[in-house]
């Protein structure tokens, strides 16, 4: 199976990358046109299945493209896993040009944390320097219809 990995934003498929990140534990029901805000304000990087275009995977960048990268959003769907893609995605991040000069990279992650490993990363053994705050979840996930209700 060949798979070509990409940054060229044109290469995104919406819809198949929304699909991906909104089934994934840290953005559930995430509506499109934040998929679509994010993709936009970040350096990206995706996988294309050759032989049929599907896109099977995505990593993305947060950055401000001198100093500080966050890496988010690394999935690889179920049928390609464990062919190294998300290895491919990661290195081609890595070595974009834009993110040469980057000193401090971080992520998040509850179960894939040999992956990043492989690259250097690192748990960060006190969370005395690091902070999180999340915004309301109705600003940013899909809002479903309560039970019995009826949407119109």
């Known amino acids: 199976m060949s798979i070509t990995i990409s940054t060229d934003p044109t290469r995104h498929d919406?819809?198949?990358?929304?699909?991906i990140v909104a089934s994934t534990y840290w953005s559930p029901e995430?509506?499109?046109?934040?998929?679509?805000?994010?993709l936009r304000n970040s350096i990206t990087a995706v996988a294309i299945d050759d032989a049929t275009g599907?896109?099977?995977?995505?990593?993305?960048v947060v950055t401000d493209r001198a100093t500080f990268a966050w890496l988010c959003d690394v999935f690889v769907q179920e049928p390609w896993r464990g062919q190294a893609i998300s290895l491919r995605l990661i290195e081609v991040l890595e070595r974009h040009p834009e993110l040469q000069t980057v000193r401090r990279w971080c992520l998040a992650t509850r179960d894939a944390e040999?992956?990043?490993?492989?690259?250097?990363?690192g748990r960060i053994p006190s969370?005395?320097?690091w902070m999180e705050k999340q915004g309301p979840k109705e600003r940013w996930q899909e809002r479903r219809p309560e039970h019995g209700a009826t949407v119109t």
């Open 14 to 19: 919406l819809d198949a990358i929304h699909k």
């Open 30 to 38: 995430i509506r499109r046109d934040v998929v679509a805000d994010a």
């Open 54 to 60: 599907t896109t099977v995977g995505l990593a993305r």
């Open 114 to 121: 040999s992956l990043y490993e492989k690259f250097g990363y």
């Open 127 to 129: 969370t005395r320097i």
